[in-house]
């Protein structure tokens, strides 16, 4: 394993930046994967870079759209995971998919790692542990026979005070099986 192709970031510098500082900093470290990517694959477009995902994902490649999302909630809350893993994660998404057979590779597959490994330099995980609770509005979870239901907290506590809710799809009372803090999100 060679080491991270890309400078760990200082962590003074990466607590102390706020709002568009904050987002410039994300805008940058995708420019230099781009740039790292291109060493390889100099017809590489561009992406386009969006802040926009909700939720519990950290990040997202979107070809349809041209261009990488990411999570803003997370991405404050876990910086320094964003820009040493999320976005070279995405970035290698990004890379394989135009490579020639890269729309037919699996998501995670073998290119996708080897680009994790070779160029980036990391470990190609598919799952990263970040505290989810502000980003997701209904972290909750409840089960039936069927699925799992987020519940925001009010909803949460009416259930503790005995409020009973069934599933529309099979109709069994839901249960409460804890919160989730982590999620596995990329
Ligand atoms: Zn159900
Ligand atoms: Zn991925």
Same mark, same amino acid.
């Given at each position: ?13 990466? #607590?102390?930046?706020? &709002? +568009?500082?904050?987002? =410039? #900093?994300? =805008? +940058? ?7 790292? /990517? ?17 939720g519990r994902s950290?990040? $997202?490649? =979107? ?11 997370l991405?404050? +809350? ?10 070279? !994660?995405?970035?290698? =998404?990004?890379?394989?998919? !135009?490579? +020639?057979? &890269?729309?037919? #590779?699996?998501? !995670?597959? *073998?290119?996708? $790692? ?13 799952? !990263?542990r970040f505290d989810t609770r502000r980003a997701s509005p209904a972290p909750y979870r409840y089960r039936?026979?069927?699925?799992e239901h987020g519940f925001t907290a009010?909803?949460h ?8 809710? *069934? /599933?529309?799809?099979?109709? $069994?009372?839901?249960?409460y099986c804890g919160r989730s803090a982590f999620e596995k999100v990329?």
């Amino acid at each position: 394993m060679t080491a991270p192709a890309l400078p760990d970031p200082d962590p003074a510098w990466l #607590a102390a930046l706020e &709002g +568009e500082a904050l987002h =410039h #900093a994300l =805008h +940058e470290r995708v420019e230099a994967a781009w740039r790292l /990517c291109c060493e390889v694959h100099p017809a590489l477009p561009r992406p386009a870079v969006w802040l926009d995902l909700r939720g519990r994902s950290a990040g $997202q490649a =979107h070809f349809g759209r041209g261009g990488l999302r990411f999570n803003p909630v997370l991405f404050d +809350e876990n910086r320094r995971a964003f820009l040493v893993e999320v976005v070279p !994660h995405e970035m290698a =998404h990004w890379l394989v998919h !135009h490579l +020639e057979d &890269g729309p037919r #590779a699996r998501p !995670h597959g *073998r290119e996708w $790692q080897t680009v994790m490994r070779r160029l980036f330099g990391l470990v190609p995980r598919t799952t !990263h542990r970040f505290d989810t609770r502000r980003a997701s509005p209904a972290p909750y979870r409840y089960r039936c026979a069927c699925r799992e239901h987020g519940f925001t907290a009010r909803r949460h506590a009416l259930a503790r005070r005995g409020s009973r809710y *069934r /599933c529309r799809h099979c109709a $069994q009372t839901l249960v409460y099986c804890g919160r989730s803090a982590f999620e596995k999100v990329v």
